[in-house]
């Protein structure tokens, strides 16, 4: 069981924001996939009871590090709505 | 006739048509059919045009590759220079990429001719291609029922005669089950074989480029096309790959086919019948039926959606409306702009597998879920490793229903996600997939079984699944624009 709260926390954490009655439907629905998401944790046959640990990704072909030419400013900025050769957001602090 | 790539590639070569004149016959085709179906969202009719007129050169010159001059398409979520990468999504809304995706860039180098980006689910996640910015796609052999998903459009455009062939990716289904409802031929290869870079991620350890087409040859020829080492993606794997398109036609005497019973379960006569006569083909054709149990597929599903979403969310995290995509119009701070942007522009299905994400990650549930599934995909890995001991490839299938009505998945959110209980096993363990049109339902929709082989194990699995379409009878009518073009 998910509870109104938890699902606000978890839009906090996903930096969404909800109506009320957003909130109420997703808490209805997290409930129910969560409790779906749960079978990893009863008894399935004993399938799920002492588990063998994840392996850890192996990267046994890490690539020289070398300079190599990026892309280009411009293109990088150009799908950007502003830029003046930065990404331009609104001033964040107060002095 | 099924065979589009290797029949247009002969007429081209003949120069009984150029591609010029058949990019205009595929253009004219979607501009009737595609107010209707709504396969396509992005057109690229002039890119395409000019793509011809340099593949013609090609052709007249002489030894010009398989592909060259054939109009082709792409799923939503592969950049491509330039033109419109949307993932059907409002937050990526006027996207141009400044960089190509490698099989894109393979592509071109063959002398592909894009004719425009494909309708999918947003950010490849559903199964009815309902959650598209762009409103739905329809399925051709049916319009009051989906094409599937998250491919759905590209799988609608080959079925309708919009394509010769189409390329999608696949996180838990997204190719083969799009493939399966609307009666074509779509390939999941393996995890590794064909570079992941410029596709836009959803579950980066899930995901997985590939064809979908009109018969199992052209998707050999495909993916012999876009398969191979890319540095620029490190899970892409440094291994010999040879090409599968000449392993086709071999017999299948002595193949040992399993059928892990668990894939059965629950699956109803009109899927189940088409499939036993399949292997009652195979078994009269020298083919060897190994029945096994493999108890670990019941924890697929789940493990599926913990992994998948706990990755969407954290490769969500990049759209913040700063650096391209949706703008807010109006904000205070910038965290604010942050939060405006993805609360508008993300849809529904998005935001509860984001939210998902966030929960089975998040201090206090993230060792019950997230590490748990991570250990238990190992246990699923180590299941088909055994499997494979036992066999030479699976047969199941490809999805326990064939094509929804239209509108069904909005009221019915845990089915849904429910009915990807055959495809999503493949993509946890990395393994490679085809399906195939096997049979059709009471209301003659298709039926789609798929082959499963070991890593790399493609040809393996192409050559079944040509033997089957060769010598079997599915009885799914061929799709459409075999003939005409």
């Known amino acids: ?28 629905e997290m409930t ?49 709505e502003n830029s003046n050769g930065f990404f331009v957001v609104r001033r964040n602090c107060t002095k | ?88 999504s409002k937050i990526l809304e006027n996207y141009r990429p400044f960089y190509d995706a490698t099989v894109w860039k393979k592509l071109q180098a063959e002398g592909a001719v894009l004719l425009g980006k494909t309708n999918m689910d947003e950010f490849a996640m559903g199964s009815t291609c309902e959650t598209s910015c762009y409103g739905a796609a329809l399925n051709p052999r049916d319009t009051s029922r989906v094409p599937g998903g998250s491919s759905g459009g590209g799988a609608a ?15 838990g289904g997204s190719i083969r089950q799009p493939a399966a409802f609307c009666g074509i031929v779509g390939l999941k290869p393996t995890y590794g074989a064909v570079s992941r870079y ?58 040992r086919i399993g059928v892990a019973e668990e894939y059965f379960e629950g699956i109803g006569a009109e899927i189940r019948a088409p499939i036993e006569r399949a292997l009652a083909f195979f078994e009269a054709n020298g083919a060897k039926i190994v029945r096994f149990s493999l108890p670990e597929l019941k924890l697929a599903l789940p493990v599926y959606y913990i992994i998948a979403c706990a990755e969407a969310s954290s490769n969500l ?29 993300f849809g529904k299905e998005v935001k509860r597998r984001i939210m998902l994400g966030s929960y089975v990650l998040s201090s206090g549930y993230y060792d019950a879920y997230y590490k748990k599934a991570r250990s238990l995909r190992e246990r699923i890995v180590g299941a088909f490793s055994a499997a494979f001991e036992k066999c030479d490839v699976m047969l199941a299938p490809t999805a326990p229903n064939t094509a929804f009505p239209l509108h069904y998945s909005g009221s019915n959110m845990i089915e849904t996600y429910l009915s990807d209980v055959c495809t999503v096993p493949v993509n946890i363990a990395g393994v490679p997939s085809v399906s195939i049109p096997c049979g ?45 073009l």
């Open chain 1, 32 to 80: 129910e996939i969560i409790e779906f998401a749960d079978t990893i944790n009863r008894n399935v046959g004993g399938l799920t009871s002492e588990p063998e640990s994840a392996r850890v990704m192996e990267i046994d072909d890490l690539r020289e590090d070398e300079v190599r030419p990026s892309y280009p400013n411009e293109e990088i900025l150009s799908n950007a």
């Open chain 2, 157 to 171: 455009a080959v079925c309708a005669g919009l394509a010769a062939y189409a390329v999608g990716s696949d996180t």
């Open chain 2, 440 to 484: 059709t339902d009471k209301a003659g929709m298709p039926v789609g079984m798929q082959f499963i082989g070991r890593k790399f194990g493609e040809a393996d699995i192409l050559n079944a699944a040509y033997f089957f379409e060769q010598n079997g009878d599915s009885g799914v009518p061929e799709p459409e624009g075999g003939g005409q």
């Open chain 2, 198 to 255: 410029g596709l836009i991620a959803y579950g980066s350890s899930l995901d997985q480029i590939g064809p979908l087409t009109a018969s199992v040859k052209d998707a050999a020829i495909v993916f012999d096309a876009i398969s191979g080492y890319d540095a620029r993606d490190n899970t892409s794997e440094n291994v010999p790959m040879p090409a599968v398109t000449p392993a086709l036609g071999r017999d299948v005497k002595g193949l």
């Open chain 2, 317 to 345: 995290g990049r759209y913040d409306g700063i650096r391209f995509g949706y703008q807010a119009k109006k904000y205070t701070t910038v965290d604010d702009m942050i939060i405006t942007v993805r609360s508008e522009a």
């Open chain 2, 1 to 88: 006739m099924k065979e589009r790539i290797s029949r247009l590639s002969a007429l081209l070569r003949a120069g009984e048509i150029s591609s010029v004149e058949l990019t205009k016959k595929y253009i004219a085709e979607i501009e009737r059919s595609n107010p209707v179906l709504n396969a396509y969202v992005h057109a690229t009719f002039e890119t395409a045009l000019a793509q011809a007129e340099g593949a013609d050169k090609r052709l007249k010159e002489g030894h010009a590759p398989l592909l060259c001059g054939i109009p082709m398409t792409l799923k939503d979520n592969i950049s491509t220079k330039g033109l419109e990468t949307t993932c059907c």
């Open chain 1, 1 to 28: 069981m998910i509870t109104k709260q938890e699902v606000e926390k978890l839009a906090k954490l996903s930096k969404l924001r909800f109506t009320d009655e957003e909130l109420e439907s997703f808490t209805r």
